[in-house]
T-cell receptor, first 114, second 116 residues
Framework: DVKVTQSSRYLVKRTGEKVFLECVQDMDHENMFWYRQDPGLGLRLIYFSYDVKMKEKGDIPEGYSVSREKKERFSLILESASTNQTSMYLC?????????????FGPGTRLTVT | AQSVAQPEDQVNVAEGNPLTVKCTYSVSGNPYLFWYVQYPNRGLQFLLKYITGDNLVKGSYGFEAEFNKSQTSFHLKKPSALVSDSALYFCAVREALAGGYQKVTFGTGTKLQVIP
């Protein structure tokens, strides 16, 4: 079974803090993604990566950065957390080659910025 | 730009009755379509996908979805609902384009409530 793990289930941070969200997958997937999930807005893509050290902006990259130094690990960084970044953050991964592949999601990190 | 719409925020159905969760999509080329389910306090789980071929796709937990190109729809169905099917369901679309990674766009989600 594919496993995608996220470093924290719940996180509370103060405004202005630097926040690191970590994601690890164990299936050698090329692609990794960070989404945020908000009620009524569904999932919105923040950043994705299709290879080590490669990254692409998604729909809402402002206020975020990412790092992918190893194939299995994809980190989301909030440089200076703000209250409007309070949300559920979901990490996902998928294969590239062959047929069209579905994404595998982690359990999510619920971040509260106060 | 590709998009997907889930017109119902919530669907209520009695246990044992058939259920339908609606999804319509918009792409300029051929679509790849997905359904995911999210149980409370959990990440999303893949249910099924349409790539090409048979318009009726079967997936996990007895769910199926019907691809209708003329109506640009991909509705999720199950013949007999279970209370354990109560969850948040997301439709997603990826456009079939040549070269590179194509973004998957998710709908806003439909909450399914199965009433005992």
């Amino acid at each position: 079974d594919v496993k995608v793990t996220q470093s924290s289930r719940y996180l509370v941070k103060r405004t202005g803090e630097k926040v690191f969200l970590e994601c690890v997958q164990d299936m050698d997937h090329e692609n990794m993604f960070w989404y945020r999930q908000d009620p009524g807005l569904g999932l919105r893509l923040i950043y994705f990566s299709y290879d080590v050290k490669m990254k692409e902006k998604g729909d809402i990259p402002e206020g975020y950065s990412v790092s992918r130094e190893k194939k299995e690990r994809f980190s989301l960084i909030l440089e200076s957390a703000s209250t409007n970044q309070t949300s559920m953050y979901l990490c996902a991964s998928s294969f590239t080659s062959g047929t069209i592949h579905e994404q595998y999601f982690g359990p999510g990190t619920r971040l509260t910025v106060t | 730009a590709q998009s997907v719409a889930q017109p119902e925020d919530q669907v209520n159905v009695a246990e044992g009755n058939p259920l339908t969760v609606k999804c319509t999509y918009s792409v300029s080329g051929n679509p790849y379509l997905f359904w995911y389910v999210q149980y409370p306090n959990r990440g999303l789980q893949f249910l099924l996908k349409y790539i090409t071929g048979d318009n009726l796709v079967k997936g996990s937990y007895g769910f199926e979805a019907e691809f209708n190109k003329s109506q640009t729809s991909f509705h999720l169905k199950k013949p007999s609902a279970l209370v354990s099917d109560s969850a948040l369901y997301f439709c997603a679309v990826r456009e079939a384009l040549a070269g590179g990674y194509q973004k998957v766009t998710f709908g806003t989600g439909t909450k399914l409530q199965v009433i005992p």
